[in-house]
């Protein structure tokens, strides 16, 4: 059966203008925002408010009914059907993760139906590269604090909800900062990565526009040119920046995942196109899901 996609309807919210989107499925928009992927959302009293592609959104989820504050029609078809996944058919996805996976066993199976309703989001190139270099041996709560400091320092200033809010700092903007401003925001050793990548980007060296067109392994290859940048981190920025969904990220997680599941090995080049949307649904069934299983016992 083709995918159906949402319906959308035009209405307000507190006042701003309101996309309404009705026949919503497998989307959960509280687990598409806890599961590391993006560092700019926030969630308070069921609504889930931040920014993205230089706009700020707030979402909410009633079942299979998501609302959209912040966007009208044209912007929900230009910006954000792409940015949630919500243009994807996850069934068919989710058959095709099973089915790669399942030749090693039946976890997989278990994660998908635990974890259902998370799909990668696809965020802007530059911000992507730039939070998961701040992300190394770093813990989301801190990773979000430096990047809601670097955008309020560095980043254009816009109105939205009546309330000030940054745009993600430009290359340009942050190397022009330069890196005593970015140690001051306690990044640490990062701070030099942040700084050679906006060195790079901004005088050529590295043209971020153009991996759009590389494979997984040339596009992996070429920002490990950058300092500070390893194949996690250049995993990351495919997957989340640049919808190269064969990328799989190993993190500390996926490394107990993998130990814990697959103790022989995985032949990750046989693991298919969906890859790194398996390595979510494991990322979240085993940290929060059986994690929480553990605490309880």
């Excluded at 992927?37 to 706009?55: C, H, K």
């Excluded at 912040?70 to 089915?99: F, Q």
């Excluded at 996926?254 to 022989?264: A, G």
Aim: aromatic fraction near 12%.
């Amino acid at each position: 059966m083709a995918y159906i996609k949402p319906t959308a309807e035009y209405s307000d919210w507190d006042g701003e203008r309101c996309i309404i989107l009705r026949g919503v499925s497998d989307f959960d928009a509280y687990r598409v925002f806890d599961c590391g992927q993006s560092f700019r959302f926030n969630v308070e009293n069921g609504v889930i408010d931040g920014v993205a592609m230089d706009r700020r959104i707030k979402i909410k989820q009633e079942g299979d009914t998501l609302y959209l504050a912040g966007a009208d029609k044209r912007e929900y078809d230009e910006i954000w059907e792409s940015y949630l996944g919500l243009d994807e058919d996850y069934e068919a996805i989710n058959a095709d993760v099973c089915e790669k996976f399942g030749v090693y066993n039946g976890v997989i199976n278990d994660a998908v139906k635990a974890a259902s309703g998370i799909r990668i989001l696809r965020q802007e190139h530059w911000e992507a590269l730039c939070s998961f270099i701040i992300s190394q041996n770093n813990n989301i709560p801190r990773i979000k604090k430096i990047v809601e400091t670097l955008c309020r320092e560095l980043g254009e200033k816009f109105i939205s909800f009546g309330e000030e809010c940054h745009a993600f700092p430009t290359p340009e903007a942050i190397l022009a900062a330069g890196i005593e401003t970015l140690n001051a925001m306690k990044m640490g050793f990062r701070s030099k990565y942040v700084f050679d990548a906006a060195a790079r980007v901004v005088d050529g060296r590295i043209d971020l526009k153009a991996i759009e067109n590389m494979s997984f392994y040339e596009g992996e290859e070429y920002l490990m040119q950058i300092c500070g940048v390893g194949k996690k981190v250049a995993d990351c920025t495919l997957l989340y920046g640049y919808h190269k969904t064969e990328a799989f990220p190993v993190d500390v997680w996926i490394k107990r995942v993998l130990e814990k599941y697959y103790p022989d090995g995985i032949d990750f080049d046989g693991l298919g196109k969906f890859a790194g949307i398996a390595q979510q649904y494991l990322f979240c069934y085993e940290r929060y899901i059986n994690g929480e299983r553990e605490t309880n016992k």
